[in-house]
């Protein structure tokens, strides 16, 4: 896309308002996203408001040191819903949007605001793919059926992947005004550097000799962690070390150890929580690993990984293989067994390996300028209609 004429736009009209909206700023992808399209979007001169629907998260800072205001409407339960429609619009007919811009379920209810205060455009922001192993009762089944519904009154539906753009088509949405706009990495911060690997390796007491695989990515079904143990395990290589952001005391983490007893790799697991930063953990880390089984867009964690230099083994899903391209090994989603081949054969290329073609990849096709600029191609489309 070209970028010169939504910066033009952006230098006519200094006083076009945008509004992202999101539920929380916790520990994501998505929100990562969201704090980088806002800051991108006001160094480049909109006026920008956030919404969120829950107060503080990881990335709140960021929004406050960046100087964007922001304004907190709690969801509540079904009973408050009233209170927060009035409260919604309040704000919203105090700010006289000109685009608001919903992440992911924040989209719907921008659509839904909008039958009543209908003097903005409305944007839904769409972040995974493969959606339906996760409907899997009636009130999400009733929720995808209104957001089919829904998705024919949005002005714009912005897709951070090809596949999830395809996925939702094919389920009946809107297909007029959608686009794919694909992440962008910082790899300005996400670079490669001995000094954190050298230092998080004698914190989490890695020998020389030991090969470091990770992955970051909370505990969740869609991340298959089980079937990234089963891969380990059938790697038969005791030298080998599994790091996860996993929190070692949470529940799900106690049914991941229990697995890894049973398949006597416990020892080889390093749980690390969320509270190294990325680029020191990815630093760490000799192949970067994706298990994900199902719902995946766009990966933030596999752009910046191959942005450190890493060499990436992921499953087939979302965009893992539009992004990996021929950096990295793609195997089908659920098997360990293909999982575990794939590991083996990068290990044994390790020592023939440079990181800076993976690296360079993500410079010339993921900057976050670029998604920045892509974004306002839509808005300028938008606002033209």
Known sequence: MNNSEPAAIAQSTPSLRVVLFIGSLSMGGAERQFIELAKGLKGRGFDIEVILNSPGGPFLPELEDAGIPFSVIHLGTVWTLPLYLFRA?????????????????????????????????????????????????????????????????????????????????????????????????????????????????????????????????RQDPMKDHKNLVRALALLTDPEVRLVLTCELDGP???????????????????????????EQLLNMLDIYVQSSLYGEGFPNAIGEAMSVGLPVVATDVGDCKRIIGKHGKIVPAGDSESLAAALRSTIDE????????????????????????????????????
């Open 89 to 217: 619009l309040s704000v919203l007919r105090s700010i006289r949007p000109h685009i608001v811009y919903g992440f992911m379920g924040s989209g719907v209810k921008s659509t839904i605001f909008n039958f009543f205060v209908n003097d903005y455009k409305t944007i839904w922001g769409v972040r995974s793919s493969n959606i339906e192993p996760m409907q899997n009762s009636w009130p999400l089944k009733f929720a995808g059926w209104l957001d089919r519904v829904l998705s024919y009154f949005a002005d714009a539906i912005i897709y951070n992947s090809h596949a999830g753009m395809i996925d939702r088509l094919a389920q009946g949405w809107a297909d007029k005004n959608s686009y794919v706009v694909v992440n962008g990495i910082d790899f300005g911060r996400f670079k490669p550097c001995s000094h954190p690997r050298a230092e998080m390796r004698e914190r989490w007491s890695i020998n020389p000799e030991h090969t470091v695989l990770g992955m970051i990515a």
């Open 252 to 278: 799900m983490s106690a049914i991941l150890q229990s697995h890894a007893l049973a398949l006597g790799v416990a020892d080889q697991l390093i749980y690390v929580g969320h509270a190294v930063p990325p």
């Open 350 to 385: 390790l020592p023939y390996r440079s990181g800076r073609a993976s690296r360079q990849r993500i410079i010339d096709n993921y900057s976050i300028d670029a998604m920045v600029g892509n974004t306002l191609d839509v808005f300028s489309k938008v606002m033209k209609e």
